[in-house]
């Protein structure tokens, strides 16, 4: 039905910078908010940003002032800046969409998740 597909995680020296995207493709209608989160080894899954299909941005406060979720609604597509980068910013960041599937003549709300990228921070 809906495919999310993330790019752009890898290794990074602490201070450094790296930007994260993900394009939902598929039977999509609309897509309402979209997020990022992380899940760091031995940690439950932790919300990092997240976005309103009208802008609104929310951030955790670990990120907030370091990390910018921005989206792209004509291209389907979310982004996450993460600038001055830690090492406890080391997780599979996981994209996250509230999308409204063509599903026929319905249209049916359903959450999608990427299959998640790898960032890793680390001298």
């Known amino acids: 039905q809906v495919q999310l597909v993330e790019s752009g995680g890898g290794l990074e020296q602490p201070g450094g910078s790296l930007r994260l995207s993900c394009a939902a493709s598929g039977s999509i209608n609309s897509i309402n908010a979209m997020g990022w989160y992380r899940q760091a080894p031995g940690k439950q899954r932790e919300l990092v940003a997240i976005?309103?299909?009208?802008?609104?941005?929310t951030y955790a406060y670990s990120v907030k002032g370091r990390f910018t979720i921005s989206r792209d609604n004509a291209k389907n597509t979310v982004y996450l800046q993460m600038n001055s980068l830690k090492p406890e910013d080391t997780a599979v960041y996981y994209c996250n969409a509230g999308v409204a599937v063509v599903a026929g003549t319905q249209i049916k709300e359903s959450e999608f998740w990427g299959q998640g990228t790898q960032v890793t921070v680390s001298s």
């Open positions: 976005i309103t299909r009208g802008g609104t941005t």
